[in-house]
């Protein structure tokens, strides 16, 4: 580390219910870099697995690691944008939770960064290896590099878990696009990074075991070209010109090994259609996300307003309903009071008739059965 201790380069492992022995495996290789000072970035995009989340709490107490956690599963992209945020290295080295890395990456990626400033961003070659960790002798179709030759920037050539690139510039075009889970958030940042001139070199050099398994998010399907097909319509029909028919051919047969299919083939079914076709299917595509993006919007923002005026509503209808208790309750105890006083006077008024009856009835007792008749009372018969 510097003298400020800001590390070199900064590893960064998004990882979601890994299988524990694998991860185990891929950290171990990460810490045997030799020659070169570094940090690891682990962003727990989500797990539930106990195995994995076992192994992050072990992993915490080593002080090369911090652990960051995800509440909910965010996907690839999400999880790597947090990553490079927290991370003090000026170059991000890309690995994965089930890869290996090969002993020297970090101090070879790091090394050839320095002496070329003008690269932004490096990737590597891989060699796959199955769940038992046994290589597979697959041989893959790797484009001689040129300079000069546009389509080399894209497709399998640039293995994501090899990846080395400078922070801040991936930062400067908004890092990686949050896609939904097993989408090409890479490829999708090569080429918005190529768009706006940034230069990346292919170094053919293996630099990470590539583990191969039933589980894994990238795994080869007939889905990819649905996936590289649309990123495809969004960036380039816009912005390469269609007579550039090498770009384009070199970018599919470079993307897409899937299950059998040849990359010519690929690339006969994705341009049997017009360059020119494709525009127009973009154009309209692009339509359509805008207007679906505005109508959810639309049905988010009436959600929320009807859900405001009914928590209104209910909160005045609620305050109404107290008010009129307390209301009801007041007068309801007042009339009571009122009552009560009445009901006293009453008996008060009685009792003091009683009294002033009492002493006209000794004072003068003509005088008293007088009054007592005005007052409604039967007259007793004077003796």
Same mark, same amino acid.
């Given at each position: 580390?510097?003298?400020?201790?800001?590390?070199?380069?900064?590893?960064? %492992? +998004?990882?979601?219910?890994?299988?524990?022995?694998?991860?185990? !495996?891929?950290?171990?290789?990460?810490?045997?870099?030799?020659?070169?000072?570094?940090?690891?970035?682990?962003?727990?995009?989500?797990?539930?697995?106990?195995?994995?989340?076992?192994?992050?709490?072990?992993?915490?107490?080593? +002080?090369?690691?911090?652990?960051?956690?995800?509440?909910?599963?965010?996907?690839?992209?999400?999880?790597?944008?947090?990553?490079?945020?927290?991370?003090?290295?000026?170059?991000?080295?890309?690995?994965?939770?089930?890869?290996?890395?090969?002993?020297?990456?970090?101090?070879?990626?790091?090394?050839?960064? !320095?002496?070329? +400033?003008?690269?932004?961003?490096?990737?590597?070659?891989?060699?796959?290896?199955?769940?038992?960790?046994?290589?597979?002798?697959?041989?893959?179709?790797?484009?001689?590099?040129?300079?000069?030759?546009?389509?080399?920037?894209?497709?399998?050539? %640039?293995?994501?878990?090899?990846?080395?690139?400078?922070?801040?510039?991936?930062?400067?075009?908004?890092?990686?696009?949050?896609?939904?889970?097993?989408?090409?958030?890479?490829?999708?940042?090569?080429?918005?990074?190529?768009?706006?001139?940034?230069?990346?070199?292919?170094?053919?050099? +293996?630099?990470?075991?590539?583990?191969?398994?039933?589980?894994?998010?990238?795994?080869?399907?007939?889905?990819?070209? %649905?996936?590289?097909?649309?990123?495809?319509?969004?960036?380039?029909?816009?912005?390469? !010109?269609?007579?550039?028919?090498?770009?384009?051919?070199?970018?599919?047969?470079?993307?897409?090994?899937?299950?059998?299919?040849?990359?010519?083939?690929?690339?006969?079914?994705?341009?049997?259609?017009?360059?020119?076709?494709?525009?127009?299917?973009?154009?309209?595509?692009?339509?359509?996300?805008?207007?679906?993006?505005?109508?959810?919007?639309?049905?988010?923002?009436?959600?929320?307003?009807?859900?405001?005026?009914?928590?209104?509503?209910?909160?005045?209808?609620?305050?109404?309903?107290?008010?009129?208790?307390?209301?009801?309750?007041?007068?309801?105890?007042?009339?009571?009071?009122?009552?009560?006083?009445?009901?006293?006077?009453?008996?008060?008024?009685?009792?003091?008739?009683?009294?002033?009856?009492?002493?006209?009835?000794?004072?003068?007792?003509?005088?008293?059965?007088?009054?007592?008749?005005? %007052?409604?009372?039967?007259?007793?018969?004077?003796?």
């Amino acid at each position: 580390m510097d003298k400020l201790g800001i590390p070199e380069v900064s590893v960064v %492992i +998004p990882v979601y219910n890994t299988n524990s022995k694998w991860f185990k !495996k891929s950290i171990d290789s990460v810490l045997s870099q030799k020659d070169i000072t570094f940090e690891i970035i682990i962003v727990n995009d989500g797990s539930t697995k106990k195995s994995t989340l076992l192994l992050l709490n072990n992993l915490r107490r080593n +002080p090369k690691i911090r652990v960051l956690t995800n509440q909910n599963n965010m996907g690839v992209g999400y999880s790597l944008n947090r990553g490079i945020l927290a991370a003090r290295g000026k170059l991000i080295a890309r690995h994965d939770a089930d890869d290996m890395m090969f002993p020297d990456r970090l101090r070879e990626q790091v090394e050839y960064m !320095k002496k070329n +400033p003008q690269i932004g961003v490096i990737s590597g070659l891989r060699k796959k290896i199955d769940e038992h960790g046994r290589e597979i002798n697959v041989k893959e179709t790797i484009l001689p590099f040129d300079e000069n030759m546009k389509s080399n920037c894209f497709g399998v050539g %640039i293995v994501h878990p090899t990846v080395c690139f400078r922070k801040d510039l991936v930062l400067k075009f908004l890092g990686y696009h949050c896609m939904k889970r097993g989408g090409p958030e890479d490829l999708e940042l090569w080429c918005r990074l190529y768009l706006k001139g940034v230069k990346i070199k292919i170094i053919e050099k +293996p630099w990470v075991y590539y583990r191969v398994s039933s589980t894994q998010i990238s795994q080869d399907s007939k889905l990819e070209l %649905i996936k590289y097909s649309k990123i495809f319509k969004r960036y380039y029909m816009t912005k390469i !010109k269609s007579k550039n028919k090498f770009l384009i051919e070199e970018l599919f047969f470079s993307g897409f090994t899937a299950n059998g299919i040849s990359n010519r083939n690929i690339f006969e079914i994705v341009f049997s259609t017009k360059v020119k076709l494709l525009s127009v299917a973009y154009f309209f595509y692009s339509l359509y996300e805008r207007t679906t993006r505005f109508i959810n919007l639309a049905v988010k923002k009436l959600h929320s307003i009807k859900s405001y005026v009914k928590s209104k509503l209910y909160s005045i209808k609620s305050y109404v309903k107290s008010k009129l208790y307390s209301i009801k309750s007041y007068v309801k105890s007042k009339l009571y009071s009122i009552k009560s006083y009445v009901k006293s006077m009453y008996w008060k008024t009685l009792y003091l008739i009683g009294l002033v009856g009492q002493l006209i009835r000794r004072k003068s007792p003509k005088s008293y059965y007088l009054l007592k008749s005005l %007052i409604g009372g039967s007259a007793e018969k004077q003796k």
